[in-house]
């Protein structure tokens, strides 16, 4: 078998990772909760695949439901003819959707569902500006990059625009670090009201769409206060804007309800969705309500493998697990044991500045000292790596890298949550030890 340094060399003498350095991980088999790596270490994987895999790796149920689909078709271009997995699936999303009617289209990313949505709106609308969050993120396509803002490693390189024209950022609710210097909730809710004011004198009242993460993933999992969107959907509803919910992260019962909007209570116009919905097999969709997604016209989109047969079953089965199981209970319920040993570690430790979101959907932002508030970017490293050495898998985001994130299966048990705490916990001490002795 190859030592892991001699494949680490050869995988990046042959695959392009200048992008982005992968983790030093060579992953070989998962199941559940756990990868396993090259020499055969298991490992607690308290990221999903980038918040993905919610009904746990190599699910049996979707496993089988892929291998089925195989065996009777793999490809017809599913956008050039009428396919039977395309339907379920829609009548499947239709039935748990969060809005009805809706109407479905099926694609392959969730950057490409974010520039069908954009699409979709403008054509439907016959408007052109969108209004998105700072600090938010929605893919890696130029359209979908245009949307967001600088995020981490996510940043817009002046060689690589121009973006798109037309989109707006108001400013984000996060309130750990109020860009106004406010505090909820005396601050009124005015990072929502804002944007009345952009509307009006930043734009040329012409916009189609606000478009947000009803939880900030990338971002650093910030969490909105829970009447801000519908203050935002007021301002929405007086210039006829339609809202736009990203939930690629946290659809499909990662946040303690089925859908982000549920957590906050608004209705949206257009949801998008991925990573969850095919559990690892790569499917995304654009959820709208029925005269918006009919707006499109021939010409105006087409993906060779949307709605891919293959795909579509594999969400098909998803759905099915995340209902049967209502797994959106668990994830309240295990979210709610991480949030409040993580909230123990919060008053002990002394970078751990904030820990914040909703079922498992986490975030632990790793500051320099907590009267500053310095995002502690090398810190926040150095804690995902010494949860590694642990045999503990955790992501990391925000605007500065300083956030650890915390996204597991959302079939983890108590016993899981425990053997990640202990895991956790030495990683905060270990890392403030270090500093100590010699300061990052």
Same mark, same amino acid.
């Given at each position: 078998?190859t030592?892991?340094?001699?494949?680490?060399?050869?995988?990046?003498?042959?695959?392009?990772?200048?992008?982005?350095?992968?983790?030093p991980?060579?992953?070989v088999q998962?199941?559940?909760v756990?990868l396993t790596?090259?020499k055969?270490?298991?490992y607690?994987?308290?990221?999903?695949?980038i918040a993905t895999?919610?009904?746990g790796h190599n699910?049996?149920?979707?496993?089988?439901?892929?291998?089925?689909?195989?065996?009777q078709?793999?490809?017809c271009?599913?956008?050039? *003819?009428y396919?039977?997995?395309a339907?379920e699936?829609?009548?499947?999303?239709?039935?748990?959707?969060?809005?009805?009617?809706c109407?479905?289209s099926?694609?392959?990313?969730?950057?490409?569902?974010?520039?069908?949505?954009?699409?979709?709106v403008r054509?439907?609308t016959e408007?052109?500006e969108?209004?998105?969050?700072?600090?938010?993120?929605?893919?890696?396509?130029?359209?979908?990059?245009s949307?967001g803002t600088?995020?981490?490693?996510y940043s817009?390189a002046?060689?690589?625009?121009?973006?798109l /024209?037309?989109?707006?950022?108001v400013?984000t /609710?996060?309130? *750990?670090?109020?860009?106004?210097?406010?505090?909820?909730p005396?601050c009124?809710?005015?990072?929502a009201?804002m944007i009345?004011d952009?509307?009006?004198?930043?734009t040329?009242?012409?916009?189609a769409?606000?478009?947000?993460?009803?939880i900030?993933g990338?971002?650093?999992i910030?969490t909105?206060?829970p009447?801000?969107?519908?203050e935002?959907?007021?301002?929405?509803?007086?210039?006829?804007?339609?809202?736009?919910?990203d939930?690629?992260?946290?659809?499909?019962?990662r946040?303690?309800e089925m859908w982000?909007?549920?957590?906050?209570?608004?209705?949206p116009?257009?949801i998008?969705l991925?990573?969850?919905?095919?559990?690892?097999?790569?499917?995304s969709?654009?959820?709208?309500?029925? /005269?918006?997604?009919?707006?499109?016209e021939?010409?105006?989109?087409?993906?060779?493998?949307?709605a891919?047969?293959?795909m579509?079953a594999? !969400?098909n089965a998803?759905?099915?697990f995340?209902?049967?199981?209502?797994l959106?209970?668990?994830?309240?319920?295990?979210?709610?044991?991480?949030?409040?040993?993580?909230k123990?570690v919060?008053?002990?430790?002394g970078?751990v500045?904030?820990v914040?979101g909703?079922?498992?959907?986490?975030?632990?932002?790793v500051?320099?000292?907590?009267?500053s508030?310095?995002?502690?970017?090398?810190e926040?490293?150095a804690?995902?790596?010494?949860c590694y050495?642990?045999?503990?898998?955790?992501?990391?985001?925000?605007?500065?890298s300083?956030?650890?994130?915390i996204q597991?299966p959302?079939t983890i048990e108590?016993t899981?949550?425990?053997?990640?705490?202990?895991?956790f916990?030495? !990683?905060?001490?270990t890392?403030?030890?270090?500093r100590r002795?010699?300061?990052?």
């Amino acid at each position: 078998m190859t030592d892991e340094k001699t494949f680490i060399e050869d995988y990046d003498r042959n695959v392009v990772t200048s992008f982005g350095k992968p983790f030093p991980l060579i992953v070989v088999q998962a199941e559940d909760v756990f990868l396993t790596d090259l020499k055969g270490k298991t490992y607690l994987d308290f990221w999903a695949g980038i918040a993905t895999v919610n009904a746990g790796h190599n699910n049996p149920k979707i496993q089988r439901a892929v291998k089925e689909q195989l065996e009777q078709l793999v490809h017809c271009s599913s956008h050039s *003819y009428y396919t039977l997995p395309a339907l379920e699936l829609a009548q499947k999303i239709a039935e748990v959707a969060p809005f009805k009617p809706c109407i479905s289209s099926f694609h392959t990313s969730g950057s490409e569902a974010s520039d069908v949505a954009i699409k979709m709106v403008r054509r439907y609308t016959e408007k052109h500006e969108v209004l998105t969050l700072q600090g938010s993120y929605h893919g890696q396509t130029y359209g979908a990059r245009s949307l967001g803002t600088p995020v981490a490693a996510y940043s817009k390189a002046f060689t690589m625009g121009p973006f798109l /024209p037309g989109v707006i950022h108001v400013p984000t /609710p996060y309130c *750990y670090r109020c860009s106004l210097g406010h505090t909820y909730p005396s601050c009124h809710l005015q990072c929502a009201k804002m944007i009345e004011d952009i509307i009006n004198f930043s734009t040329s009242r012409n916009v189609a769409a606000y478009m947000a993460e009803p939880i900030l993933g990338v971002g650093g999992i910030v969490t909105p206060p829970p009447d801000y969107f519908r203050e935002v959907k007021k301002i929405l509803n007086d210039h006829d804007i339609l809202l736009i919910l990203d939930e690629v992260q946290t659809g499909l019962g990662r946040t303690g309800e089925m859908w982000g909007s549920q957590v906050y209570n608004v209705k949206p116009d257009v949801i998008t969705l991925a990573k969850a919905l095919g559990n690892g097999w790569p499917i995304s969709a654009v959820v709208a309500s029925q /005269p918006i997604g009919d707006a499109f016209e021939v010409g105006d989109h087409f993906s060779t493998w949307g709605a891919n047969p293959v795909m579509c079953a594999a !969400a098909n089965a998803t759905i099915e697990f995340i209902v049967e199981n209502k797994l959106w209970e668990n994830a309240k319920e295990m979210g709610s044991l991480l949030i409040r040993r993580l909230k123990e570690v919060e008053e002990a430790s002394g970078i751990v500045g904030e820990v914040r979101g909703r079922g498992l959907m986490i975030g632990v932002e790793v500051v320099k000292d907590k009267k500053s508030k310095a995002p502690g970017g090398e810190e926040c490293k150095a804690i995902r790596r010494a949860c590694y050495d642990e045999g503990l898998l955790v992501g990391a985001g925000g605007f500065w890298s300083n956030v650890i994130r915390i996204q597991p299966p959302l079939t983890i048990e108590e016993t899981h949550v425990e053997r990640c705490m202990e895991a956790f916990e030495k !990683a905060v001490k270990t890392v403030e030890k270090q500093r100590r002795s010699h300061p990052i």
